[in-house]
């Protein structure tokens, strides 16, 4: 197996002194949010813990948890933990629920954000001089400069398009040799439908790293065959400090690897709020080790994943594992009684051959009553029978299905947005 490494004495460390590192960590960084935020404090009072009860890697179950609402109360910056005089950068982001949330970084939280990216990045299979090109936008979203820091550590030949211009993106990549692409999932999808159309190759692409939407196998598929290329999971979020924070998956495919020297993750059941067991899906609860800017601490991500390993992994690398997320708390959707998720849809779609990449799940009320429709962009041979007939199979009740042809429905720079909600 091709195992290339960043930081290899911690990616291969044993799981002893990864826990007993995690341990010192916990205790340091529990020290200082509880010294420097009153906010903080304030947390760690109401639930009568102090951060000299951590003893042991399971007293983390002590701590207060922390979600979206605390960043939301704490805007713009009453979450941070150092003087202003050492902030060197912000990100923020809006999320899907409006929250603004403000994540500020010393110049050593911004070294941090770029080890964890730039092993993300020799994970995949990068060496000295290759051409990354980055494609999410540059600003206050994370992704463009996380995947910037991390290949300049990585020492990378940069090509910074940012977003859009997609015919431009390819004749750069062309021109450059891209080896390696980044993006979020759904613009990596664009640029295969592009290249396409324009009847074009990327000889010299090799690898793709993708993320910051719900990465379905299908939609791997697609991708892979498209661009003839591997591609890779990358999870992160702002309030971890950013993409790559979290991990990515190796040429094993087999899972996320969480750079535990970094985070302590647990997955917790959403409603009660204690662990599950290895295997089963909770809600994945992120506490920042090394952090020192704004660390969270036990921090809900709404996220919704398993633990796949917690041993050694074939790559060499004994990093935990978790599956690549499958939706968030919050994303199931009920019509007519029948709970379902965004991705069972993309899932069942993906199956009908000439079935392209974008579609739109509206739910709509008509007189009061709870009813979706598909809209997907397809080849002329597939009908809208088709699509229901698929969707009725796999989600047990029949939304009204529509196609459109291949580049017609509507695409968002960034993230795309799959659920729209109309009132008749
Ligand atoms: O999306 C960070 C990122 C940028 C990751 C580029 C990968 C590539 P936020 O905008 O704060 O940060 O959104 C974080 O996006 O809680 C997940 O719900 C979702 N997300 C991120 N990565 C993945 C992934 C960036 N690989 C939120 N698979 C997270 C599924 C993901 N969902």
Request: a neutral charge; glycine letters at 10%; one cysteine or more.
């Amino acid at each position: 197996m091709n195992s290339n490494f960043f930081q290899k004495e911690i990616e291969t460390a044993s799981l002893d002194s990864i826990h007993n590192l995690q341990l010192t960590n916990l205790q340091k960084i529990t020290t200082h949010v509880y010294n420097s935020n009153q906010l903080y404090k304030k947390l760690f009072d109401d639930k009568g813990v102090n951060p000299k009860d951590i003893k042991k890697l399971e007293d983390i179950e002590k701590l207060p948890f922390t979600n979206k609402e605390v960043f939301r109360i704490s805007y713009p910056m009453q979450l941070c933990c150092v003087d202003k005089s050492q902030l060197a950068e912000m990100h923020m982001s809006s999320g899907s629920t409006g929250t603004p949330v403000v994540m500020p970084y010393t110049l050593g939280d911004i070294a941090q954000w770029a080890d964890c990216m730039a092993r993300c990045y020799y994970m995949a299979g990068a060496q000295k001089g290759d051409t990354v090109q980055i494609t999410p936008s540059f600003g206050l979203f994370n992704g463009g400069f996380g995947m910037y820091h991390g290949a300049r550590a990585a020492g990378l030949f940069i090509v910074p398009t940012g977003a859009g211009n997609t015919q431009r993106q390819i004749k750069l990549a062309q021109d450059f040799k891209t080896r390696i692409l980044t993006g979020v999932v759904s613009y990596g999808i664009r640029i295969m439908e592009v290249l396409a159309e324009m009847k074009a190759q990327l000889p010299d692409l090799k690898y793709g790293i993708f993320g910051a939407e719900i990465f379905t196998e299908s939609m791997k598929k697609k991708i892979e065959s498209g661009l003839g290329i591997e591609t890779f999971d990358i999870y992160g979020m702002t309030e971890t400090g950013g993409v790559g924070t979290l991990g990515m998956d190796c040429h094993a495919h087999n899972g996320i690897h969480v750079w535990q020297d970094h985070y302590y993750i647990e997955v917790l059941d959403k409603l009660t709020g204690k662990p599950v067991k290895d295997g089963d899906f909770g809600e994945l609860t992120i506490t920042s080790l090394t952090r020192q800017a704004l660390p969270v601490i036990r921090f809900r991500t709404g996220d919704l994943s398993r633990i796949v390993s917690r041993e050694k992994c074939t790559c060499g690398r004994t990093h935990i594992r978790i599956a690549p997320i499958t939706g968030r708390v919050d994303d199931m959707l009920i019509v007519k009684g029948v709970n379902f998720f965004p991705r069972q849809v993309e899932q069942a779609l993906m199956q009908i051959p000439g079935v392209g990449s974008n579609y739109q799940i509206i739910m709509e009320e008509i007189d009061g009553v709870q009813d979706v429709r598909i809209n997907v962009e397809a080849e002329p041979n597939v009908t809208g029978y088709m699509v229901e007939k698929v969707l009725k199979e796999t989600l047990g009740f029949s939304p009204k299905g529509d196609v459109f042809p291949i580049g017609s429905l509507p695409r968002q720079e960034g993230k795309a947005q799959r659920v729209f909600y109309k009132k008749e």
